[in-house]
């Protein structure tokens, strides 16, 4: 669905996004993360076709984004991380007036722009002045908008900022619910978001490809992710030699401070092996008590931050 080839993106010479190249299918649901100013809305814009490329190709559906921009801009939904709306329009009224703009069939306008206030719940505020709405509804306005002509593929940049949460949750739970049908970019701050959303997340940091990968997979990267908590009462230097004994465990550390005779421990095992189990026969050979033996998860945000710091 979206085919990028070394696209680069120059602002008066200074170079954005730098040759990078990434597939999206059909049907997937992209998360693209980054820092402030690694260049997502500008790859997003030039994928829209608002921005022309300074280098690359870029395909969406197989059309050229610079040659066949017409044939690109209705096969895309552009959420862009400022929605521009007509402030002075009510949201009916406005949704018409996109839907004409691209294209919709004249017999087919009033039905979308009912489909796109029913899934994005504006139904309660169709008659109000778009000025006047709070910034979640004119969100969810941007939204109904991007989707108006029913497009294949979603490009939306940020779609929750600025939300509360009860808010991001209902826009999550539209983002998953399209994720049916469409195939969506998404960029966020919001990494929680993208662990239940997104099938797939590229990271990009200053203007490069950092990681495009599954969000488990990338929080299996991360040093401790699948690391095992241990308490149990015997002495600290006798847990440290027997779990370091074990195949597959590669260090322990002690969690301190301990509490009397209990040794409270961090056992680091090779990427992607559960040593639990063989913790746990150890722990009854010895007849140690155990207060504790559970597995923690690496959290994306981990990941994202050893991706992209120095
Ligand atoms: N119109 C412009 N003119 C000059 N530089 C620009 C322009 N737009 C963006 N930039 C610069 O390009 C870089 C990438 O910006 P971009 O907006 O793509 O980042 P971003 O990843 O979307 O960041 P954020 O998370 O803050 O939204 C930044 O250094 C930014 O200052
Ligand atoms: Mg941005």
């Given amino acids: 669905m979206i085919d990028v080839e070394n696209l680069s993106k120059t602002y008066s010479g200074f170079r954005a996004v730098q040759g990078i190249s990434f597939h999206v299918e059909k049907g997937e649901i992209v998360g693209f993360l980054g820092p402030n100013g690694a260049g997502k809305s500008t790859t997003m814009k030039v994928l829209a076709g608002y921005l022309p490329p300074t280098d690359g190709k870029i395909k969406i559906a197989g059309h050229d984004v610079v040659t066949e921009s017409i044939e690109v801009r209705k096969r895309i939904g552009y959420m862009p991380e400022n929605v521009p709306l007509y402030t002075d ?12 703009l691209k294209k919709v069939p004249r017999n087919k306008v009033k039905e979308r722009v009912e489909t796109v206030k029913q899934l994005c719940s504006l139904k309660d505020v169709e008659n109000r002045i778009i000025g006047t709405l709070s910034k979640g509804y004119r969100q969810r306005v941007g939204l109904a908008d991007a989707m108006v002509h029913d497009p294949d593929l979603l490009i939306l940049d940020e779609p929750t900022i600025g939300l509360d949460p009860n808010q991001i949750r209902a826009v999550r739970d539209l ?7 469409h195939t969506i970019l998404l960029s966020t701050h919001i990494l929680s978001e993208v662990e239940l959303t997104c099938s797939r997340v590229l990271v990009i940091n200053r203007g490069k490809i950092e990681a495009s990968d599954t969000p488990a997979n990338l929080t299996k990267l991360v040093r401790g992710g699948g690391s095992i908590i241990l308490e149990v009462k015997a002495p600290a230097a006798e847990v440290t030699s027997k779990m370091q004994a074990l195949p597959d465990v590669e260090d322990v550390e ?3 401070p301990a509490d009397g005779d209990w040794t409270h421990a961090k056992i680091f095992a090779k990427p992607g092996v559960d040593v639990r ?3 746990y026969d150890v722990v ?11 597995r ?15």
Avoid: C
């Fill in 277 to 279: 189990e063989k913790i």
């Fill in 175 to 181: 983002i998953k619910d399209l994720g049916k049908h």
């Fill in 284 to 294: 009854r050979q010895n007849n140690w008590p155990l207060r504790e033996l559970s």
């Fill in 296 to 310: 923690v998860k690496a959290t994306l945000e981990e990941a994202f931050v050893e991706l992209t710091q120095e």
């Fill in 89 to 100: 329009m009510r949201v009916t009224e406005f949704l018409r007036f996109r839907a004409e």
């Fill in 254 to 256: 002690m969690i301190l």
